[in-house]
């Protein structure tokens, strides 16, 4: 029998779910692969922190050198997160013929070009399917089964923990903070959970899967990104009157090789599936020139879902030992693409003001809009809150140029308190 050693870098919530799946499904897993797999050693911080896992004497370390000192390990999986170390560590295990499995977005998304580059210089796989929506293998199918396709179009949710979050607030009115509070007990959440609920999270995600899918390198500071730091109970209330949810969502086009990429709260029509997927659960469409529309869901993150993303990861190495340059494909670079300026951008907003009880009002908002070639689709006054009236908007497809515009001209208005919430609304 073929016996393989590896080492793991991290043992948090993914690093537990992969030592749980290779136990696991131990007689799978050598099935499939055709290896016995010997995790050597788990690099972590703290050698004493109980996980709740059982690992013989002698695996867990602290020191990275019993790792990239040792010839006889094979395969590294980067589980750590962050920039560096781990490219760092991921460099050092590509110079040392060891190959590697991550799930680290932000580092693929920001360096995968040049680590992919470093990978086949030294004819070693880089996979990184954990990387983008935890269990769904969205990697796998952009890179291997939809090859045959000019893809138009990604749109999803691919941040588990604001999906939690937003499913928590929309049907059981928890708190913001307390659903937090959850997601992170949960293990869905970054170690520094700015990163999730300020869409950074997303946007490297959207990154990954914008350059492997439009076959260009795309810089992921040319993503327009917005959290969902805004978002009220008010909002989803409202929201939810008109017939949406409310949703982290993620939107790649390709038009004519004019990319436009935006990461952002956006509310979507309660008819269409994507705004009934909830708690961690991810899902993702994509439109190609011959498959069509498909849809991928499954769970978006977790220490399981995630740890088989990354293990199939693992099997995929064992199971292609011979050619490692063509499958650890960070494929920019093909085509030289432009992205959009987002006011050039064309989708339908809803727009919350919180205006003084006065005559008129309404009237001088909706000529502003006008005059600004924004037309609405609807128009409602709630009731007062504290003193102030909510006026909700919903418009029609328009630039964001125009709405801007029109917005800077509203809050000059004595009459209005606060524009309190533009959401972009996405329809299908
Ligand atoms: P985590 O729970 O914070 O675990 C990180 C692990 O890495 C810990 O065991 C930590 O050691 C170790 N570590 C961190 N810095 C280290 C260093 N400098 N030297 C040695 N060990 C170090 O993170 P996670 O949730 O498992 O996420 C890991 C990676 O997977 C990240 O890139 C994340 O974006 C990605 N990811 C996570 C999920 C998810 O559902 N959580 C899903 C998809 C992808 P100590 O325990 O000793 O502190
Ligand atoms: N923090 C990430 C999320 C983990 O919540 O989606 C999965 O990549």
Not at 262 to 269: G, W
Not at 325 to 344: L, Q
Not at 370 to 392: A, C, F
């Amino acid at each position: 029998m073929n016996k393989v050693r590896i080492a793991i870098l991290g043992l948090g919530n993914v690093g537990r779910g992969v030592w749980k799946i290779l136990n696991t499904n131990k007689e799978e897993i050598l099935k499939r692969s055709g290896y016995d797999i010997e995790v050597a050693k788990i690099l972590v911080r703290d050698a004493s922190k109980d996980r709740g896992i059982q690992v013989p004497e002698g695996v867990v370390t602290t020191n990275p050198d019993e790792i990239f000192n040792d010839n006889t390990i094979k395969i590294v999986v980067e589980l750590m997160g962050g920039i560096n170390p781990a490219q760092e560590y991921i460099l050092k295990a590509i110079r040392g013929k060891k190959h590697v499995v991550t799930a680290n977005k932000a580092l693929i998304s920001t360096n995968g070009e040049a680590l992919t580059a470093e990978a086949r210089e030294h004819g070693v796989a880089l996979y990184y399917e954990a990387s983008v929506a935890g269990g769904i293998p969205i990697i796998h199918g952009i890179n291997e089964s939809l090859t045959a396709n000019k893809i138009e179009k990604i749109v999803g949710i691919i941040n588990g923990t604001t999906n939690y979050i937003l499913t928590k607030m929309t049907y059981e009115g928890v708190g913001f903070d307390e659903a937090l509070k959850e997601a992170q007990a949960k293990g869905f959440a970054e170690a520094d959970p700015t990163s999730d609920i300020e869409a950074y999270d997303a946007m490297y995600k959207l990154g990954i899967l914008a350059s492997l899918s439009f076959g260009t390198q795309v810089d992921v500071n040319n993503i327009y990104r917005e959290g969902i730091s805004n978002i009220s109970k008010t909002d989803i209330q409202y929201a939810k009157e008109l017939g949406y949810a409310i949703k982290l969502l993620a939107v790649g086009k390709d038009e004519n090789n004019k990319l436009e990429l935006r990461v952002h709260p956006a509310l979507i029509p309660s008819s269409h599936p994507l705004s009934n997927v909830n708690d961690v659960y991810n899902a993702i469409f994509i439109k190609g020139n011959a498959v069509g529309d498909l849809m991928l869901y499954g769970k978006g993150a977790g220490e399981l879902p995630t740890g088989s993303a990354v293990v199939s990861d693992i099997i995929s190495v064992l199971r292609n030992a011979s050619d490692y340059a063509e499958t650890a494909n960070y494929s920019g670079g093909y085509w030289d693409k432009k992205v959009m300026d987002m006011k050039d951008t064309f989708t339908r907003y809803y727009i919350r003001i919180s205006v003084k009880d006065i005559p008129g009002v309404l009237g001088r908002i909706t000529t502003i809009f006008g005059e600004n070639e924004v037309s609405l689709s609807s128009v409602i006054q709630k009731e007062k809150k504290e003193g102030l009236v909510q006026i909700v908007l919903l418009t029609h497809d328009t630039h964001e140029g125009n709405i801007n515009n029109a917005i800077e001209k509203i809050e000059e208005l004595n009459s209005v308190e606060k524009i309190e919430n533009i959401i972009r609304v996405e329809e299908f």
